[in-house]
């Protein structure tokens, strides 16, 4: 990679990867939006889609896949640093136990659901943006981008919100709470997916699908 394209890929996975870590932290919070529950780390986690169709487009199926299985490991080592910040005995003067607690010992049962949905979800929109590019001969970004999210991120929705929830309350409804709102990021961003190709493009030659 020339200089200024490795800063750019550089600059994407770090984006990829921060997106990933600060929904983990924050999605324990549950907000409305438009009056539909969704937990706050939606926006952070749509960001990924954003990414690794740009990555994908741009240096193609194995850099994408590859930033996904760095995500993932990622998410483990955060994960367990996380969990040895709850358990590690706190200084005697320290009183903000049970509420740190609270925000960042997320229970094995979400962090299961969050992996197992992460995994799949974002392994299926590669291979579905692939599919696409293929039978689409390269053309229709905006089509590719916004039906391989928006499938993805049904299957992410569903696989997180029943591991985690079934049985605690309505996981029908969530789910597709939490879809409409996703729906709703992916059509936003795809202006911004073209205008990141549209840059790389000057420096990168796109690859074949």
């Known amino acids: 990679m020339e200089n200024l394209e490795r800063k750019a890929y550089a600059l994407l996975i770090s984006l990829f990867i921060g997106g990933l870590v ?20 939606v926006l952070a986690y749509s960001l990924t889609f954003v990414v690794s169709d740009v990555i994908s487009e741009v240096w193609g199926k194995e850099l994408a896949n590859e930033a996904v299985t760095c995500g993932f490991v990622t998410l483990i080592f955060i994960t367990a640093l996380a969990w040895l910040a709850v358990y590690w005995p706190a200084a005697s003067f320290w009183q903000n136990q049970d509420a740190f607690a609270g925000v960042v010992g997320n229970t094995p049962r979400i962090v299961v ?3 197992l949905a992460y995994i799949v979800s974002q392994k299926h929109d590669i291979w579905l943006f692939h599919l696409l590019k293929r039978r689409m001969n390269g053309r229709f970004l905006w089509l590719r981008n916004n039906l391989s999210t928006m499938v993805s991120q049904l299957i992410d929705s569903s696989i997180f919100v029943t591991v985690a929830f079934y049985g605690v309350f309505p996981v029908g409804e969530v789910i597709f709470g939490q879809w409409l ?3 709703l990021i992916a059509a936003l961003d795809t202006p911004i997916v073209y205008i990141l190709v549209a840059a790389l493009r000057e420096r990168v030659q796109p690859v074949a699908a």
């Open 181 to 183: 709102v996703k729906l």
């Open 22 to 41: 600060v929904a983990a932290l924050i999605s324990s919070k549950i907000i409305t939006i438009f009056g539909l529950t969704v937990p706050a780390g």
């Open 113 to 115: 659901a969050s992996l």
